[in-house]
């Protein structure tokens, strides 16, 4: 996550999802996965924010979020995780570190500060590494490595991961590809797909432990009931 891609519409959907969950009495941690680029990213990232600029179409999936996110994004033109963070729209305990060089560092402290929750969010720019990634030590700082994910779900938590769609890849094979990872190595006892697609897919996989699969049943029928008007949501059923 970069602080250039707050409040885009892509954000909107996000945000909602993480409010259902709380609705749901989970308590919820957030590893925003921290990128301070050092340079310039392509002129498109962060770009889809005209939707509050239309709030007769965009504002009644959650108004008190489209008032927040106008107020941040449009009004103070302040775009950072750490203006998110000051709303409480998800009340949620944060880890916000820039992800650095010393990665291992990096997770064991963002393992220690999101140990008190039910439920981790996982937020890289781009999603899981690849196969190739993680047999080759591949991975970037845009991406969630195999073994983190893994360390927060072995140790009871159900995790939810963003995952962004390449561009040079269809939306059957950006799929498959985390699911590669779910039944070689992972394991998880249930996966739950939310599919966001406005301008572009994302996919929220959801890595769930028994006991919590009835909860988030709920919640993924609650988020579609919400946010499915007009396409803007919908559950992939995973076979």
Known sequence: MQDSYIGDIGDYGKYGLLREVCA???SLSVNWY???PTKAGKQDDGKYISYLSMPQI???????MFDALYKIV???QDRRIERV????????????EPLGANRKAWHNQALEQTQNAKVVFLDPD??????????????????VKWTELKDYYTR????ILYQHRPQMTTKEKCIESVMFFQKKYLFADCVKLLEFPKYTNRFYFMFLHES???TFERVCYSTVQKWGRNDFCHEIILG
């Open 24 to 26: 749901a009495a989970m």
């Open 34 to 36: 921290k990128v301070v």
């Open 58 to 64: 965009y504002r009644e999936y959650d108004p008190v």
């Open 74 to 76: 449009l009004h103070e």
């Open 85 to 96: 963070e000051q709303e409480n729209l998800f009340p949620a305990i944060y880890f916000s």
């Open 126 to 143: 781009n999603g899981l590494e690849t196969a190739k990634m993680y047999q080759t030590g591949g991975a970037t700082e845009k991406h």
């Open 156 to 159: 009871g938590q159900n995790v």
């Open 212 to 214: 919590d699969k009835a």
